[in-house]
């Protein structure tokens, strides 16, 4: 069997098919949520009722439930008391133990920032590392993993201890989607595996690999994020097929892949163009820019992850695409063997 995770975020629309289940390694539930006073609940999922099936379909597949905030101060709160972080990891352990779960997975946005509205204190930097090493040590006996989502950029690599949360840590989902996004008023790729010449706002999917790599992750312990959905800019000067020119305002959040398939990729005026040095496709229709993953692009990015040698490759999110062609497209490219 193929060592290489394949991993999916699987929010609450999200339905599972026998086929994907097979193809899948590692499942991460979202969300589950953490609160001030340091529980996690996760009893309002609805996919908690596929797990059993998915088991049966694929007995080898980890499912692992994902944590965000459920208010501005949990996680920063959360990890800056001792009792707390207690807390946190007695309730990790209760959901492995009583749920099932596989291992926890930290979607903390982000330690140190305040720009999507959480609570935030320098001190996140090292509370986050004593917070993940008390978790860690509370599962780890029930032969449970840890792993967090992680923003692909400097200032995340910035906002934590990278080498001694690197060691805790049995693998990082590198978020490299929202490369661009509304804090980008600039259009290009949202995630694209390489930067673009021209780009005066430089990120990538390499550039972030190699970054986290640098700062002391081991490869193995890497995994690239893919985007299941797209990335929008709205009255885009109409030149360059509106590649990389200055709009009034950044990028909102667009179509998921399958509405760009029915609706958007060569119609109704749009059109696609592929950015042969960033191995990324876009739609443009005189006006209105859209930034996605396609087909072509995943097996670009599997292909990188082979020979690259990272951990493997995750998307966001599994009801974006309901076709489910982007998935058997991983699939097949990662030479996943089915159990």
């Not at 550039?207 to 995994?223: H, N």
């Not at 667009?254 to 059109?271: A, M, R, T, W």
Request: aromatic share 12%; glycine share 6%; charged share 30%.
């Amino acid at each position: 069997m193929n060592k290489k995770i394949i991993l999916g975020y699987i929010n609450e629309d999200s339905v599972v098919t026998e086929e994907q289940a097979k193809i899948l390694t590692h499942i991460h539930v979202a969300f589950g949520f953490l609160s001030r006073e340091g529980e996690i609940t996760a009893n309002h999922h609805p996919f908690l009722k596929q797990i059993s099936q998915i088991r049966k379909w694929n007995p080898d597949i980890k499912i692992i439930l994902s944590v965000v905030r459920d208010s501005p101060e949990s996680f920063t709160r959360c990890s800056a008391s001792e009792e707390l972080r207690e807390k946190v990891a007695r309730s990790c352990e209760k959901l492995i133990r009583e749920e099932g779960f596989d291992g926890i997975d930290f979607d903390w946005e982000y330690p140190c920032v305040s720009t999507n509205g959480a609570d935030c204190n320098p001190e996140d930097k090292y509370n986050y590392t004593l917070l993940c090493k008390k978790v860690k040590e509370k599962i780890q006996g029930l032969q449970a993993t840890l792993s967090i989502a992680a923003g692909a950029d400097l200032f995340y690599v910035e906002a934590i201890e990278a080498k001694k949360m690197a060691e805790i840590l049995d693998y990082v989902c590198l978020m490299t989607y929202d490369l661009k996004s509304n804090l980008h008023a600039l259009t290009g790729h949202h995630t694209g595996l390489y930067s673009s010449t021209g780009d005066i706002l430089r990120n990538s999917c390499d550039q972030a690999l190699r970054l986290f790599e640098k700062a002391g992750f081991p490869k193995e312990k890497l995994l690239m994020g893919t985007a299941f959905y797209s990335r929008v800019w709205y009255d885009v000067p109409n030149r360059y097929h509106g590649f990389l020119q200055a709009t009034k305002s950044g990028a909102d959040y667009g179509p998921d892949y399958h509405d760009l398939v029915e609706n958007y990729i060569n119609k109704n005026g749009f059109v696609r163009y592929w950015d042969e040095e960033a191995k990324a496709p876009y739609l443009y229709d005189g006006h209105t820019f859209y930034s996605y993953d396609d087909e072509e692009s995943i097996r670009c990015k599997c292909k990188y992850v082979k020979e690259e040698e990272f951990g493997g490759i995750f998307y966001w999110s599994h009801s974006s695409d309901k076709t489910g062609t982007l998935l058997s497209v991983m699939g097949k490219e990662m030479e996943r063997r089915l159990p």
